[in-house]
C-alpha cells in the first residue's frame, strides 16, 4: 500500500470527522436526525411511508372485501363506489388487493434492500480498503456470482429449503448486493486515499474503525441513492420469483404482480394498471425525498448548498 | 407559398412518410399484385425441421408444408384423403396395407419420391441412436418397437416393404384403426436419405433441406422467421395459390395480437385470454373459434391423503361450477367437460356423467360428510398445483373459492416453474394438479390408454385392471361400432372413479384476416397452405 | 497502475473461469426436472436413447471432463432443446442482436441519464432537479414489462408511426431501444446526481469555486470525473447484462436476440444453452468490470493499484 498521497501537501485539510471519542457516533445522528426534520420534502416523504405501513398494519380491519372474494359475473369493473378502484379478471375488488399487496410488498421491498445493503456495504467496503490480493480475490467472486444462473439458483434452494418466506429475501437481496458491493468499493477506493484517512491512520485508529467510523459515512450518499432504487426493482423482481413459484402465493396479490397483471388488461380496463402504479411511485417517491434528506443530514462535512 | 414549394414540401412528406416503411407497414397480406404472400405466427421457435425430432404443434404447422405424408387429411374434417400413396387397400384382418404410390411425386430437388424413402424414413425414427422422442409413433408397424429399444437389431424385420418403386406394403403388429390418420403425423413423413447422410445435423438448413411438400425452405433465422416459397417440383402446385409465406415465432400472446391489428401478420396463433371478451364481439369476421381435440382438468393424486377416498375425489367434481369456470374464467368458448374425452373424437360420444353446473352440490355435500368431513370440518390442508401461466392460475383461483363456498374446505394453491412440476407430477407429490392433454390423433384411445395403469402419462396413482382391459379390448377390435362400447365401459370407470377432475373441451381462438380463405377449422388444428389462398380485398 | 498489474489480473481470469464452469455444471443438473421432460411423457426405452445421445448415461464426472473436453477445442455442444442447433451458433446468430439492441439503448440511456442527474445535481431542488427526477422515478417504478407495452400501444398500434415488432429495419430498433435505455436512464440519472452532489461538497471542488470557477465549469471540469464513480461501477454488471441481452424487452418486440435464451434455457433445462450463456455473460462481466477499474482510474486520479 502506498504510503504517500501527493495530495496532502497540495489541498488545504479540510474538517474531516476530527472526534474519536465515542459521543461523536451519537451526536453525529443526533445532529442528522434534526437537519432531516428540518427538511420539509423529507419529512413528508417519511410521514407518508409511515402511513403507509400503518396502513399495511390495519389491512385485515378496513379492508372492505377479503382479498380472495370473488363475483364471477363482475369481472374487470370498472371503479364505483362499491368497488372503488374497480375489480380484476375473477371480479375481485381491487382496492382490497392494493392494501393487501402492500404488505407483502412493502416487507419484501425493505427487508430485502435491508439484506442487500448490509451485505454490500461490508464486502464492499472491507474489499475496497484492505485491497491488494483480498479485494482481487473478493471482487473475483462477486464476478462468479453473477454469472450463476439465477433461474437455477432459486430453484435449488428452493429443493432443499421449500418455499420459505426467508428465501424470498436471500433470493431477492443476492442480485442487488452485488452491485452495491461493487458501488461502495468504488467510493472506499476512491476515498481511502483522503486525507482524512491518512490522518486516521497515522494516528493508529484501528482499520475497522476506519471503515466504520470514516468510510461507511462518506459512502452513504451513493448507498443511499442506490438503495431507494433498490426498493422498487426488488417489489418487482418478486412478481418475477412468482413465476418461479417463490413468490406470494395465489390467490394473495402483491404490488409486483397486480402492475404486470393490469399490463396485460392494459387496453380493456386500464385501472388495473393505473392505481398500483401510482401506489407504487408514490411510494417511490416519498422514498427519495427521505432519502436524499437523509443523504443531506448524514453528510458528515454538513455540507449545504 | 407558391405552387412549386407545395410539390416540393409534399414530395418531401412522402419520401419521408415512405422512409418510415408507414406504407408498408399498412398494407394486409398481398393478393390481387399477382403474388400472393402470407405472414402467419407459428407462436414458437420450432425445436427442429427434421420430422423425426419433432415433438409438437410448433413443428406440425411447419412440417405440413414442407412434407407431403402418404396420406394426408381432408382440410375440414380431416377424413383421410391420398397424399403421396394415391390409392391403398387395407387386408380383412385390417393388419395389412398396400399403398399405390404416385408416379410424379417429386423431391424438391428433382428426384422421384418412392417406396424406399418411406421404408428408409421409418426406419430412421425407429433406430435407436436417432432417439426420436415420438418414435412411439411408429409403433404400430410390426416389429416396431423391438426395433426401436434395441431388442431387434436387424431393421429389415420391421413391418414396411417396398414391393417396387411406387408400391409399398405395411404389416402392422395389430388391427390399427386410426393407422391412416396416424400416416398424417410428421412422424411418419419420409426425409430424404441422402441430404440426411451428407449433411448430418445441418440437413435440415435452408442450403441443404430436401423435402416433398408444396412448399420449400428459403430461409430460417432462429427466432427470427422461417420463410418458405413454393415449391416448382411439386406434383400438384398448379392447385397452390400462396407464393410465399413467413412464419415468425412470436411467443408473447399480446405482441402477437398487436401485430395482427397493425397488419404485420394475417393468422395468430392464439388470443390473450384478457382480451377474449373484447374479440368475441368483432363483428369483422377476423375472430375464429373453433373445436379442438383436447380436454382441460386437473389431475387428482389418488395415493395420498383425504383423495385416496373415491367419495372425495367425487365431492370435489361436483362441487365446481364447470359453466360459470368456461364463462368467466377460461373465456374462449369452451364447453364444460361432462366426461373425459372430447365429444366426437373418432366418432366416439362419452357418456355424460359429470354435472355442468351445481346441481348435485347436494350429493356433494352429503358425500363429503360420509367420509367424515361434516361442512367440510376438519378436511385436512391440501393444495392445488399448477405450472406458472397466468390463465391456470385463474382458474385454480377460482375452483378454490367454489370448494370453499360450496363444501367449506380451505385448499392451498402453488405453483412451480414447468419442469418442477412435471417432477412433481411424475413422483406424485401433488394433491391436485392441474393438467391438461391435446390428442395426437383423432381416436379416443390417444385420451383413454393415459390412464392404464402402466402408461407414463397417468401420473395420478390411479390403477384398475378392469379399466386397462376395457382399453386393450377397443385395441384390438377393428369395428368402430363395438369398440364403442369398449371406450364407453372405460370411460365410465374412470368417472367412477375419478381420478380426473375434467373442467373443459379445449377451444382454439385465433385472428385471421378476412381475406385469408381456405384455413379451415378443424379440431386437430392442422393447416396445409395449399387449401389456402388470399381474396383480393375490395378497395 | 502497471502492466504487471493487468497481466496478473488477467492471469487471475484462469482459475475464477474453472471455478464458473464447475459450479455452473454441476449446479445445473441438481435442479429437479431434466431437458427431455415434457407433458407427454417419453416412454422410458426412448429416453434412454436420448440419454445415450447426448451422452447423458455417462457418470457426471465423465461428463464433467467430456465438457472441458469439448470446451477446449471452443466447443459449447450441441442444444439439446433446439435439435439442430449448436450453442456455438446459437450465440453467433443471437449476441450481435443483443448487442446492437444494447448498445443503441446504452447511448440512450447515457445520454439521457447523465445529462438528466447533471442538470438536477448542478440546480438541486429547483424545476431542473424534480422534473428529471420525476422522470428518473417513474423510470423505475414502470419497469420494461409496462413501458415496452405501452409505447408499443401509443406508437404502434394507435400511432400507426412503427412497427409492433421484428428485427429489419431501423424503424424496428426505436421502440425496443428506447424502452431498454429508459429503464437504465432512470438508474443512470440517481447515481449521477447523487454522485455529483456527493462530491460537490468535497475538498477540492471548494477549492476549485474559491479559485472563482463557475459552477457549470466546476461540475464538467471537476466534479464530473469523480461524481460518476457510481455511475461507473453500477455499468460495469448492467453493461454485461444489456450487452447479452434483455429477455424482456427481446419478447416484447420479438427480437431474436440472445438475452430469452437466459431464462428459456434454464426452463428447459437446455444444459449446453445454460453453460454457454453462464459462460458469455460471465466472460462478459469480467471484461466490464476489469474495463470499470481502469476507467476509475481515470476519473479519479488517486485510485491507484498496486
Known amino acids: 500500500m502506498s504510503s504517500t498521497t501527493t495530495f496532502m501537501n497540495t489541498i488545504p485539510i479540510a474538517k474531516p470527522i476530527e472526534e474519536d471519542d465515542d459521543s461523536v457516533g451519537n451526536s453525529l445522528w443526533k445532529d442528522a436526525y434534526h437537519r432531516l426534520l428540518k427538511n420539509k420534502l423529507a419529512t413528508f416523504g417519511g410521514a407518508f411511508i409511515l402511513l403507509e405501513v400503518f396502513i399495511c398494519l390495519i389491512t385485515p380491519w378496513i379492508a372492505p372485501y377479503g382479498f380472495d372474494t370473488q363475483t364471477l359475473e363482475l369481472t374487470l369493473a370498472k371503479p364505483s363506489a362499491a368497488h372503488w378502484l374497480g375489480t380484476d379478471a375473477l371480479g375481485r375488488d381491487l382496492f382490497t388487493r392494493l392494501l393487501y399487496g402492500g404488505r407483502i410488498s412493502m416487507m419484501v421491498g425493505f427487508l430485502a434492500s435491508m439484506v442487500s445493503v448490509i451485505v454490500g456495504v461490508v464486502y464492499g467496503a472491507i474489499s475496497g480498503f484492505i485491497g491488494g490480493k483480498l479485494d482481487n480475490f473478493m471482487m473475483r467472486v462477486v464476478d462468479v456470482l453473477f454469472a450463476l444462473p439465477f433461474v437455477f439458483l432459486v430453484i435449488i434452494l428452493m429443493v432443499y429449503f421449500g418455499r420459505n418466506i426467508i428465501l424470498l429475501f436471500i433470493a431477492l437481496g443476492f442480485t442487488q448486493w452485488l452491485t452495491m458491493a461493487r458501488i461502495v468499493r468504488g467510493q472506499v477506493i476512491s476515498l481511502k486515499e483522503k486525507e482524512f484517512v491518512e490522518a486516521a491512520r497515522s494516528l493508529g485508529i484501528s482499520n475497522w474503525n476506519i471503515i466504520k467510523r470514516h468510510l461507511i459515512p462518506n459512502t452513504l450518499g451513493p448507498v443511499i441513492v442506490y438503495l431507494t432504487l433498490t426498493v422498487p426493482s426488488v417489489i418487482l423482481d418478486e412478481a418475477f420469483l412468482s413465476f418461479l413459484g417463490l413468490g406470494v402465493q395465489a390467490p394473495m396479490a402483491s404490488w409486483g404482480t397486480l402492475i404486470s397483471n393490469g399490463v396485460e388488461v392494459m387496453e380493456i380496463a386500464p385501472w388495473a394498471l393505473i392505481f398500483p402504479a401510482i401506489t407504487l411511485s408514490g411510494t417511490l417517491f416519498s422514498l427519495n425525498f427521505l432519502g436524499d434528506g437523509l443523504r443531506d443530514a448524514l453528510d458528515p462535512k454538513g455540507a449545504k448548498d | ?539 | 497502475m502497471g502492466l504487471r498489474y493487468l497481466l496478473g489480473r488477467l492471469a487471475v481470469m484462469i482459475p475464477v473461469f474453472i471455478v464458473v464452469v464447475t459450479v455452473v455444471f454441476f449446479m445445473i443438473r441438481f435442479a429437479p426436472g431434466g431437458p427431455f421432460d415434457s407433458e407427454k411423457q417419453v416412454p422410458p426405452d426412448i429416453l434412454k436413447n436420448l440419454n445415450a445421445k447426448y451422452h447423458l448415461d455417462e457418470s457426471l464426472a465423465k461428463q464433467y471432463v467430456r465438457y472441458w473436453g469439448d470446451l477446449s477445442r471452443f466447443d459449447l455442444g450441441p442444444s439439446f432443446k433446439y435439435a439442430n442447433r449448436t450453442v456455438n451458433e446459437i450465440i453467433a446468430e443471437s449476441l450481435p442482436v443483443s448487442a446492437e439492441l444494447g448498445l443503441i439503448s446504452l447511448v440512450w440511456a447515457l445520454l439521457i441519464g447523465v445529462t438528466a442527474g447533471g442538470l438536477a445535481a448542478l440546480k438541486p431542488n429547483s424545476l431542473y432537479d424534480y422534473i428529471p427526477m420525476s422522470f428518473s422515478i417513474l423510470g423505475i417504478c414502470l419497469p420494461t414489462f409496462v413501458i415496452g407495452p405501452l409505447l408499443v400501444l401509443v406508437f404502434a398500434v394507435w400511432g400507426g408511426w412503427l412497427p409492433v415488432g421484428g428485427w429489419n429495419t431501423w424503424q424496428d430498433r426505436l421502440l425496443p431501444s428506447l424502452t431498454l435505455g429508459f429503464a437504465y436512464a432512470a438508474y443512470i440519472s440517481r447515481l449521477t446526481r447523487g454522485g455529483l452532489m456527493e462530491i460537490r461538497s468535497q475538498d477540492f471542488i471548494r477549492t476549485a469555486r474559491a479559485k472563482g470557477l463557475s459552477e457549470g465549469k466546476v461540475i464538467v471540469k471537476h466534479a464530473l470525473r469523480g461524481g460518476l464513480l457510481p455511475v461507473v461501477s453500477y455499468l460495469g454488471p448492467a453493461m454485461a447484462g444489456i450487452i447479452s441481452g434483455a429477455l424482456v424487452t427481446e419478447q416484447i418486440f420479438n427480437i431474436p436476440g440472445l438475452g430469452r435464451f437466459f431464462i428459456q434455457s434454464a426452463v428447459n433445462r437446455d444444459y449446453t444453452v445454460v453453460m454457454g450463456t453462464s459462460l458469455l455473460y460471465f466472460s462478459l462481466i469480467f471484461v466490464a468490470n476489469f474495463c470499470v477499474d481502469i476507467v476509475y482510474v481515470f476519473l479519479d486520479p488517486r485510485v491507484r493499484y498496486e
Request: hydrophobic fraction near 40%.
Open chain 2, 1 to 539: 407559398m407558391t405552387r412549386k414549394s407545395y410539390l416540393i414540401v409534399g414530395a418531401l412528406a412522402l419520401a419521408l412518410v415512405d422512409l418510415l416503411g408507414l406504407y408498408s407497414l399498412r398494407t394486409p397480406a398481398k393478393a390481387a399484385a399477382g403474388k400472393q404472400v402470407i405472414r402467419i405466427n407459428n407462436g414458437a421457435e420450432p425445436k427442429t425441421l427434421d420430422p423425426h425430432g419433432a415433438t409438437g404443434v410448433y413443428e406440425d404447422l411447419l412440417l405440413r408444408q414442407i412434407y407431403e405424408p402418404l396420406v394426408a387429411r381432408d382440410a375440414k374434417d380431416l377424413h383421410p384423403i391420398p397424399g403421396v400413396a394415391e390409392s391403398w387397400k387395407m387386408s380383412k384382418d385390417g393388419k395389412e396395407y398396400t399403398f399405390k404410390l404416385r408416379t410424379n411425386a417429386k423431391w424438391s430437388n428433382g428426384e422421384p419420391v418412392t417406396a424406399e424413402d418411406f421404408v428408409y424414413a421409418w426406419k430412421r425414427i425407429l433406430d435407436p441412436k436417432t432417439a426420436s422422442e415420438y418414435a412411439s409413433m411408429a409403433y404400430p408397424l410390426k416389429n416396431a418397437k423391438g426395433i426401436n429399444t434395441g431388442e431387434i437389431k436387424d431393421f429389415t424385420k420391421l413391418g414396411a416393404k417396398a414391393v417396387d418403386a411406387h408400391t409399398l406394403k405395411v404389416t402392422l403388429e395389430n388391427p390399427t384403426p386410426y393407422f391412416l390418420s396416424l400416416l398424417d403425423h410428421y412422424s411418419l413423413y419420409p426425409v430424404y436419405k441422402k441430404s440426411v447422410d451428407t449433411h448430418g445435423d445441418r440437413w435440415t438448413r435452408p442450403e441443404n433441406f430436401v423435402g416433398n411438400g408444396a412448399y420449400n425452405l428459403k430461409s430460417w433465422e432462429i427466432n427470427k422467421s422461417i420463410v418458405m416459397v413454393k415449391s416448382p417440383t411439386y406434383w400438384d402446385n398448379a392447385a397452390v395459390k400462396i407464393d410465399e409465406a413467413t412464419f415468425f415465432p412470436v411467443d408473447n400472446l399480446d405482441t402477437e395480437e398487436k401485430m395482427f391489428r397493425t397488419k404485420q401478420i394475417d393468422v395468430t396463433r392464439e388470443i390473450p385470454p384478457e382480451k377474449l371478451p373484447f374479440w368475441q364481439k368483432d363483428k369483422t369476421g377476423v375472430f375464429v373459434s373453433s373445436d379442438y381435440l383436447g380436454t382441460y382438468y386437473f389431475r387428482l393424486n389418488v395415493t395420498k391423503g383425504p383423495l385416496k377416498d373415491v367419495r372425495i375425489r367425487k365431492a370435489l367434481n361436483l362441487a365446481i361450477d364447470r359453466e360459470k369456470l368456461v364463462k368467466y374464467v377460461s373465456r374462449g368458448n369452451q364447453n364444460p367437460a361432462l366426461a373425459y374425452t372430447p365429444p366426437g373424437t373418432g366418432g366416439y360420444n362419452p357418456p355424460k356423467v359429470l354435472p355442468g353446473d351445481l346441481s348435485r352440490l347436494a350429493e356433494a355435500k352429503k358425500l363429503l360428510a360420509d367420509a367424515g368431513f361434516p361442512a367440510g370440518k376438519g378436511f385436512p390442508k391440501i393444495e392445488i398445483l399448477y405450472n406458472t401461466q397466468e390463465i391456470h392460475k385463474k382458474m385454480s383461483e377460482a375452483i378454490q373459492a367454489m370448494w370453499k363456498e360450496n363444501l367449506g374446505i380451505e385448499v392451498g394453491i402453488i405453483n412451480q416453474e414447468w419442469k418442477v412440476y412435471l417432477n412433481s407430477m411424475k413422483t406424485l407429490s401433488y394433491d391436485v394438479a392441474r393438467a391438461g392433454w391435446i390428442g395426437d390423433y383423432n381416436d379416443p384411445n390417444t385420451f383413454l390408454e393415459n390412464f392404464m395403469t402402466t402408461n407414463g402419462n397417468n401420473m395420478t396413482g390411479f390403477a384398475n385392471k378392469a379399466y386397462d382391459n376395457a382399453v386393450i379390448a377397443s385395441q384390438k377390435e377393428v369395428n368402430l361400432e363395438k369398440r364403442k362400447v369398449h371406450f364407453a365401459e372405460a370411460e365410465k370407470i374412470l368417472l367412477d372413479e375419478l381420478p380426473v377432475l375434467p373442467v373443459y373441451i379445449w377451444r382454439r381462438n385465433f385472428l385471421k384476416a378476412t381475406n385469408v380463405q381456405g384455413w379451415y377449422p378443424n379440431i386437430q388444428d392442422l393447416h396445409t397452405l395449399k387449401d389456402v389462398w388470399l381474396e383480393a380485398t375490395p378497395g
